[in-house]
């Protein structure tokens, strides 16, 4: 009998019709995107200090290879454009606090009251990871500038789209910073009950693959020491998170046989 409290907490969320999972999700949807606009609204001020950032490597590859590097804006629009994107981007950086805890409370909309806690150990673990991340791509990104700028022939002039160049910061930023946060990801997949610690530690080799994969792309093959020092990093991530879900499904088990246990003793 004193069982049954317990099981009546989880039931709501585990009988959700498709069609309340839909409108659950849409409003966490909206929540997140009122988030990244109010951080894009900061970010349209600070779009300019960035774009200033942008220019740094390009000058400085230009002065080392004596070769002329330009930015250009192709059409009367693209410096309004360029300046929306960054400030978008901006706003999802300074918003990741909150678009993290959406994505959390919707995969997990079923914990317990004592596991709310959780929630806590996610956010103080994503929130760092991802910015980390950002920053490994913004600290790779000068690096990537000047290898692939050594392949401009001799005595040319390099006219770079503004917009591509920066497509391709914000690319490898933010794949930085979701390939670092994924390993959390994986983790609060197996406290959802979805994957087993084993099964994600079975699955490394396929990891380790995926992740140089990732690493070679975002990097340049010459560069190997670049596309290492990523590599690591996501390799020890994948591995502690699996380590983590192992633990998580032990403590899972001892508590499901103390609450059988106790199921048997009060019938």
Same mark, same amino acid.
């Given at each position: 009998?004193?069982?049954?409290?317990?099981?009546s907490g989880r039931d709501p969320e585990r009988t959700m019709t498709l069609a309340g999972h839909l409108r659950e999700l849409r409003r966490r949807f909206l929540i997140a995107a009122l988030g990244i606009v109010l951080g894009a609204a900061f970010g349209w001020w600070a779009a300019q200090y960035v774009f200033v950032g942008l220019q740094v490597p390009i000058k400085q590859a230009a002065a080392d290879s004596g070769y002329l590097?330009?930015?250009?804006?192709?059409? $009367?629009?693209? #410096?309004?454009?360029?300046?929306?994107?960054?400030? +978008?981007?901006?706003?999802?950086?300074v918003a990741s606090p909150l678009w993290l805890y959406e994505i959390w409370a919707f995969i997990t909309p079923g914990l317990k009251r004592k596991e709310k806690q959780y929630t806590f150990g996610f956010l103080g673990a994503a929130?760092?990871?991802?910015?980390?991340?950002?920053?490994?791509?913004?600290?790779?990104?000068?690096?990537?500038?000047?290898v692939l700028l050594e392949f401009q022939p001799a005595d040319t002039v390099a006219n770079l789209s503004a917009r591509y160049y920066y497509d391709f910061v914000l690319k490898l930023m933010l794949a930085c910073g979701v390939g670092f946060v994924l390993p959390v990801f994986l983790v609060l997949l197996n406290f959802a009950g979805i994957l087993?610690?084993?099964? $994600?530690?079975? #699955?490394?080799?396929?990891?380790?693959?995926?992740? +140089?994969?990732?690493?070679?792309?975002t990097t340049p093959a010459t560069d190997i020491m670049s596309m290492l020092a990523l590599a690591v990093p996501l390799v020890l991530l994948y591995l502690a998170a699996a380590g983590v879900s192992v633990l998580n499904d032990r403590r899972r088990a001892k508590r499901d046989a103390a609450f059988l246990d106790s199921d048997l003793v009060a019938g």
């Open positions: 009998m004193s069982a049954m409290p317990r099981r590097v330009a930015l250009n804006f192709d059409v $009367i629009s693209g #410096s309004f454009d360029l300046t929306f994107q960054i400030a +978008v981007t901006i706003g999802i950086v929130i760092p990871l991802f910015l980390a991340g950002c920053a490994v791509g913004w600290i790779v990104m000068p690096r990537l500038v000047e087993s610690g084993r099964r $994600i530690l079975r #699955s490394w080799r396929i990891a380790v693959l995926l992740i +140089v994969v990732f690493t070679a792309a």
